[in-house]
């Protein structure tokens, strides 16, 4: 005979399932349309993109440790690093000469791509500080030091693709 209190316990056991479960199926069968969308018109509202480096290394190191984590981290990661690249792109923008619907078609599809994430992700799990640091230097360094200049969003834009073109390579090896 079970108990409240056991029916309870076994209530969150299938709705934890059932979300990771509605997760993987989302993850398998749009998170790679939607990236394929976006970095389309990433690439779409520019010319070329630059060969400039950016004054902040790529955490080649945090995405390798991220390959051999559990699934729902690798769930909290595509998920903070979307979060950090959309507050990136909510700066000042008026140097920008990028195509006007093509930025905002992007900027909405990446919008989306984060609301669904967050629905997978547990409020209980604790940011990854590392990634959270990294965002804040490329934002200082690139962007506020370079006074929010074409040049700036230019390098912004490199360092956008290269994130999800490595949380793309993260979410296939989820499945």
Avoid at 90 to 99: I, L, Y
Avoid at 115 to 122: D, G, I, T, Y
């Amino acid at each position: 005979m079970y108990t409240m209190q056991s029916w309870t316990c076994i209530f969150l056991i299938i709705c934890s399932v059932q979300s990771v479960c509605h997760c993987c199926d989302w993850i398998r069968h749009h998170y790679g349309h939607l990236s394929a969308e976006y970095l389309s018109l990433l690439d779409q509202m520019g010319g070329d993109i630059t060969k400039q480096n950016a004054p902040v290394f790529f955490p080649t190191s945090l995405y390798r440790h991220i390959d051999a984590a559990e699934f729902e981290d690798k769930v909290r990661f595509l998920n903070e690093t979307i979060y950090e690249i959309t507050k990136l792109f909510d700066g000042n923008m008026k140097s920008v000469t990028w195509d006007k619907k093509n930025l905002d078609d992007f900027l909405n599809i990446l919008e989306r791509q984060f609301e669904n994430l967050n629905s997978c992700v547990s409020a209980a799990m604790k940011p990854e500080r590392r990634l959270k640091r990294y965002f804040k230097k490329l934002n200082r360094k690139v962007l506020r030091k370079m006074n929010y200049s074409a040049q700036a969003w230019e390098l912004i834009r490199k360092e956008t693709k290269h994130h999800l073109q490595r949380l793309d390579i993260l979410a296939a090896q989820m499945y």
